[in-house]
């Protein structure tokens, strides 16, 4: 069965440096998502991105984060200026459409560690 | 506020009872309702998608129902088994993306 694929699987980085985190979501899926779960926490939304635009973001995308599809395979969130509150696991996500109804496909995550 | 509330935050259950989960929102108005899994360290996985006029829904062993009155869906194990334990995930379309509620943790006890 196709798969979201998210590398790496744990990075750690100091606070203020930059980080990009990579996805590949299933291959003939359109739409886009990046999830994060702080430990302990519920999943939150972040973005959603389709066509090579974002299509709705929250209000923790901020203008620290970042997200590019920079080939046909490839979908990264990159995180400019990092902070400790950033900690966390970061999912990426896809779906076949964007209409109501759809399931989305989680990767299995990067577990983003700053010191 | 917009809340997505499941109930308590463990359950644990006899190998072969049935679980239920409870999933009570307030401040949406769904068209859709989602259950997923979530394993430690991994990724939610999609178990079952409810319409808003749909009553109930089935997957093998499990079962979920969607009351749009009173704000709230009930998700069922039925001959629950170890391989069952795993965190439940309640999740409301909004917008074309996905508010989770906290989670419930089902531990079944052989």
């Known amino acids: 069965e196709p798969e979201v694929t998210q590398t790496p699987s744990h990075q750690v980085t100091q606070m203020g440096q930059e980080v990009i985190l990579r996805c590949v979501p299933i291959s003939n899926h359109l739409y886009f998502y990046w999830y994060r779960q702080i430990l302990g926490q519920k999943v939150e939304f972040l973005v959603s991105f389709y066509n090579n635009e974002i299509s709705e973001k929250s209000e923790i995308f901020d203008d620290q984060f970042s997200v590019e599809r920079p080939d046909g395979s490839n979908f990264t969130l990159k995180i400019r200026s990092t902070k400790l509150e950033d900690s966390a696991m970061y999912f990426c996500?896809?779906?076949?459409?964007?209409?109501?109804?759809?399931?989305?496909?989680f990767g299995d995550g990067t577990r983003l560690s700053i010191l | 506020s917009q809340k997505i509330e499941q109930n308590s935050e463990a359950l644990n259950i006899q190998e072969g009872k049935t679980a239920t989960l409870t999933c009570n929102y307030t401040?949406?108005?769904?068209?859709?309702l989602q259950w997923y899994r979530q394993d430690p360290g991994r990724g939610p996985v999609f178990l079952l998608l409810?319409?808003?006029?749909?009553k109930e829904k089935r997957k093998e062993r499990l079962k979920v129902t969607f009351d749009t009155t009173l704000k709230q869906s009930l998700f069922h194990i039925t001959a629950s088994q170890p391989a069952d334990s795993a965190t439940y995930l309640c999740a409301l379309e909004d917008d074309y993306k996905l508010s989770f509620g906290a989670g419930t943790t089902v531990t079944v006890r052989a």
């Open positions: 996500a896809s779906s076949s459409q964007n209409r109501v109804g759809q399931p989305q496909h």
């Open positions: 409810i319409r808003e006029n749909e």
């Open positions: 401040n949406y108005s769904p068209a859709y």
